[in-house]
């Protein structure tokens, strides 16, 4: 029971952790699609 508490707050923690990164400024590279909003009409 003890494992199982100390892993649940593991992940927590480390979400919490992700939730603090900064989005790069290229991040949408990888998304499909999201290459179409930089294109002139």
């Not at 003890?2 to 998304?31: G, N, P, V």
């Amino acid at each position: 029971m003890r494992a199982l508490l100390s892993q649940i707050l593991d992940h927590l923690k480390k979400m919490a952790d992700r939730a603090r990164k900064a989005i790069e400024t290229h991040d949408d590279q990888d998304i499909a699609g999201a290459d179409v909003a930089h294109q002139p009409l």
